[in-house]
């Protein structure tokens, strides 16, 4: 059952809301903690999840016609474990290792504020269908619930 656009929206800014206020009791010892995600650490997992707000603008600019060609979040995924699957393990290597978060705590902490914000502010509806390279299309919601999950 998909969640309604009001609902995703708030769960979605919620949940930001709930990382902002995480990071900002981490004490400088816990940001360097590992993390199950090996070899990841606490700092570099905030990093992969913190929002990077040019996203927003990115999906309304690709906003497209026609019908998404994933309108399941169970499927979006998928195709990305696939695609992952079928490449080498140099293709996937990061010779950096994973991302790190260049910034102090408290800018995360400001990125997932403001995304919330942001989130509750915006109209778009979830059905709009979104252009995307490894998915072809896919719908504002299924981007939402997949958001939601991880």
């Not at 996203?55 to 019908?67: I, K, P, Q, S």
């Not at 991302?99 to 059905?127: H, Y």
């Given at each position: 059952?998909?969640l309604d656009e009001d609902a995703?929206?708030?769960?979605?800014?919620?949940?930001?809301?709930?990382?902002?206020?995480?990071?900002?009791?981490?004490?400088?010892?816990?940001?360097?903690?590992?993390?199950?995600?090996?070899?990841?650490?606490?700092?570099?997992?905030?990093?992969?999840?913190?929002?990077?707000?040019?996203?927003?603008?990115?999906?309304?600019?690709?906003?497209?016609?026609?019908?998404?060609?994933?309108?399941?979040?169970?499927?979006?995924?998928?195709?990305?474990?696939?695609?992952?699957?079928?490449?080498?393990?140099?293709?996937?290597?990061?010779?950096?290792?994973?991302?790190?978060?260049?910034?102090?705590?408290?800018?995360?902490?400001?990125?997932?504020?403001?995304?919330?914000?942001?989130?509750?502010?915006?109209?778009?509806?979830?059905?709009?269908?979104?252009?995307?390279?490894?998915?072809?299309?896919?719908?504002?919601?299924?981007?939402?619930?997949?958001?939601?999950?991880?």
């Amino acid at each position: 059952m998909r969640l309604d656009e009001d609902a995703v929206r708030q769960t979605s800014a919620d949940a930001r809301e709930r990382w902002a206020r995480r990071c900002a009791e981490l004490t400088p010892q816990q940001w360097s903690t590992a993390t199950r995600c090996t070899p990841w650490d606490v700092r570099g997992l905030v990093s992969h999840r913190c929002p990077d707000l040019s996203l927003f603008d990115m999906l309304n600019a690709a906003t497209t016609d026609g019908r998404a060609a994933v309108a399941d979040a169970a499927e979006m995924p998928r195709r990305f474990n696939a695609l992952a699957e079928s490449l080498t393990p140099l293709q996937t290597a990061s010779p950096s290792g994973p991302p790190r978060l260049r910034r102090r705590p408290g800018e995360a902490v400001t990125r997932f504020t403001e995304c919330a914000e942001i989130l509750r502010a915006t109209t778009m509806s979830n059905e709009a269908v979104i252009s995307c390279p490894v998915l072809g299309s896919t719908t504002s919601a299924v981007i939402a619930e997949v958001a939601l999950m991880e």
